[in-house]
């Protein structure tokens, strides 16, 4: 399925924890390469053209042993949503930070395993609810 994405990553001091994530790894579970966001120098980012690619990303980043894991941001815009969402580490794994204004909406969860999970949508809260979406989780499996 295409679904473009990008994935910003802010960590001070993190070159040694991002450098293995700038080659290609054929034992991740998800795909690609970070680059180096040169104006910024604790900033790394990666663009996914598709959702199987991206998955496994967030468990990846949280396994890794970060200098100041409380200061890593994970910054996703995904291709439908209205801004970037944030995660930071919370006891050892990145969670979401809700943000003012906007919720994560989601479509009902696959039939199957077929496909890989939707993480829905950061949408407004002042905009009406797409049809076929709920604020509630409805495919408990790891979006990212």
């Known amino acids: ?3 473009f994405a990008q994935v910003i990553v802010l960590a001070p001091y993190a070159e040694d924890v ?3 994530l700038t080659r290609p790894d054929d034992s991740r579970t998800w795909r690609g390469c970070f ?3 040169e104006m910024y120098g604790d900033g790394w980012v990666i663009d996914f053209e598709r959702v199987r690619p991206r ?3 967030l468990r990846h980043l949280e396994s890794l042993t970060w200098p100041y894991p409380a200061s890593v941001q994970v910054l996703i815009h995904d291709e ?3 801004c970037f969402g944030v995660w930071m580490m919370r006891d050892g794994v990145l969670a ?3 943000l003012p204004g906007h919720r994560r909406l989601h479509g009902p969860a696959p039939a199957t395993d077929e496909f890989p999970p939707d993480p829905g949508l950061l949408w407004r809260t002042e905009t ?3 049809t076929g979406f709920s604020t509630d989780r409805q495919d408990q499996r790891p979006a990212w």
């Open 1 to 3: 399925m295409s679904r």
């Open 18 to 20: 991002m450098e293995p």
């Open 35 to 37: 680059k180096r966001i």
């Open 55 to 57: 998955s496994g990303l």
């Open 80 to 82: 439908e949503d209205d």
């Open 96 to 98: 979401e930070v809700p």
């Open 128 to 130: 009406a609810v797409p």
